[in-house]
């Protein structure tokens, strides 16, 4: 991986910095019904390609960001603010 | 031909000119029995069993790159059946009790070295919970002795039994625990499937499954289509992708496990020792090599290579363990591919396509669990039903709210 990752509110920072939490997925409603919920936990298309994950920014400005990396070579493509990706994709 | 002591002798004297490959190199047929993807130690273990104990003969081994390539030779070769949960015990101990008979029964020299794999504490709590493992590794019939502070002292001396924060207070050991050579596991296995009759079929990856009326017909490969009665799965990391190719969305993620081996040293670490304040273990080869690993990196991964963070913390926890490690020189390092399931245990059932089966899951623990691996797989694919100790893996069992996490983690691959 790069050594360098970039962050939407601090610029480019040392990999060292980040916590990696897993698949950022969409999350269902409460009311959703089993299989749903089900798929969420349990299920992972586990790309061998680009993917999205959260991660937290841990020593630095402790936002959660979706970073958009590549599981063959590691890249990293983009990184946006979680809540700000929330936020956008409740409003489409 | 069957290895001994007088073919050794024999070929010694003619020069060694008459050693016959231990397996064949064939090209595929049209059709098959069975045709298993994945010629690592669980598909070839599969192939094995297939032909000796159910008389399945019309199999093929698909593997994409040459065998023994992928987790097979990408482990810390340690074997164990120290589990605490009654899903997991009776199969990991039926794997050990393969394991001891194993090299008679392939007749190949894997090395099965049962020197004892020790797993120390240093809290009360820790102790508690290793005498609760230990009680029920014996009430399934599994060698289990609880040490304390100064039988591990008189074992292993120049661990680090006063450090401040994780002062050793004893460990659990298994003594028909140890290490097995896993090239030769895989060697063994290719050339007793081959010798029945098996098709090993190196170079080839399958690119699609082609499936009518519901049942799979056979697989596209970089060889050409083979068709097939029966279609098995164990291709470790790369489950996700071969079972997409079915239509299939596994609970399972890929992340990178990295192992490493130090220069070569004097005796010195006579057993498998675990650190357990930390994620680390450690053995020393034959040829005096140690041998160790700790965390996943904890990011999905298919590159088989990992990061110097890991590296680092790996190499924290094992000078945590053992100080004199300060000055030992690590000569390489690599990369496996854990297929990571979302309770820290394995599959091995059926799936929702009728000819379909699936071998996968294994998180940390596939090496270990190889030749029973193998074998429940093949009785599973010879009689369709679970062999015995293997019926709790079962692939629904997310769904049902049957899971069996030995490690109580919930569903977070990156922490089993």
Not at chain 2, 152 to 174: E, S, T, W
Request: neutral net charge; proline residues 4%.
């Amino acid at each position: 991986m790069a050594s360098l990752v970039p962050c939407p509110h601090c610029g480019q920072r040392p990999k060292e910095e980040f916590t990696i939490k897993g698949a950022a997925l969409a999350r269902p409603a409460a009311d959703a019904d089993a299989v749903d919920w089900f798929d969420y936990v349990y299920l992972r298309d586990n790309p061998r390609g680009a993917y999205e994950e959260y991660w937290h920014h841990t020593s630095g400005c402790r936002r959660w960001i979706v970073v958009t990396r590549d599981t063959v070579t590691h890249e990293v493509a983009a990184s946006r603010d979680a809540a700000d990706r929330a936020r956008s994709e409740a409003r489409t | 031909m069957r290895y001994s002591a007088l073919s050794i002798l024999l070929n010694g004297l003619r020069g060694n000119r008459n050693w016959a490959p231990a397996w064949r190199q064939p090209e595929p047929k049209s059709h098959y029995d069975v045709i298993i993807v994945g010629g690592g130690g669980h598909g070839l273990a599969t192939a094995y069993y297939l032909a000796k104990e159910f008389g399945i003969t019309k199999v093929a081994v698909l593997e994409k790159n040459y065998i023994g390539s992928g987790n097979v030779g990408r482990n810390t070769t340690i074997i164990r059946s120290n589990y605490l949960l009654p899903g997991n015990n009776p199969f990991y101990e039926l794997s050990m009790k393969l394991w001891e008979g194993l090299e008679q029964d392939f007749n190949f020299n894997a090395m099965v070295s049962q020197r004892g794999v020790l797993n120390l504490y240093h809290s009360d709590a820790q102790r508690d919970a290793y005498t609760r493992r230990g009680n029920a590794m014996r009430l399934h019939g599994v060698d289990a002795e609880l040490l304390d502070r100064e039988a591990v002292r008189k074992m292993l001396p120049f661990l680090d039994f006063d450090n401040a924060r994780f002062p050793i207070r004893g460990g659990l050991l298994q003594r028909r625990g140890g290490t097995v050579r896993h090239d030769a596991v895989a060697w063994g296995y290719a050339r007793g499937a081959d010798s029945r009759g098996v098709d090993v079929i190196q170079g080839c990856e399958v690119t699609g499954i082609r499936r009518e009326n519901g049942r799979v017909t056979g697989v596209d490969t970089s060889r050409g289509f083979i068709g097939c009665n029966t279609l098995a799965l164990a291709a470790a990391g790369n489950s996700s992708q071969v079972a997409e190719m079915a239509g299939l969305k596994l609970p399972i993620e890929s992340h990178v496990l990295q192992a490493f081996v130090s220069e070569g040293l004097k005796p010195f670490i006579d057993g498998v020792v675990t650190f357990g304040a930390g994620h680390f273990y450690v053995s020393q080869s034959d040829k005096g090599g140690l041998v160790f690993g700790g965390d996943l990196d904890g990011y999905n991964s298919y590159a088989q290579r990992g990061n110097l963070a890991t590296v680092e913390h790996v190499a924290e926890a094992g000078k945590a363990m053992i100080p004199a490690l300060s000055r030992v020189r690590v000569l390489r390092s690599w990369g496996g591919i854990m297929d990571m399931s979302m309770d820290g245990s394995p599959i091995i059932d059926r799936t929702p396509i009728d000819n379909l089966y699936l071998n996968a899951g294994w998180c940390y623990g596939g090496f270990k669990a190889t030749p029973a691996s193998g074998f429940c797989f093949a009785h599973l694919i010879a009689r369709g039903t679970p062999q015995e100790t293997a019926a709790a893996f079962r692939l629904d069992r997310f769904e049902r709210g049957y899971l069996i996490d030995e490690k109580g983690q919930g569903a977070q691959p990156n922490l089993h």
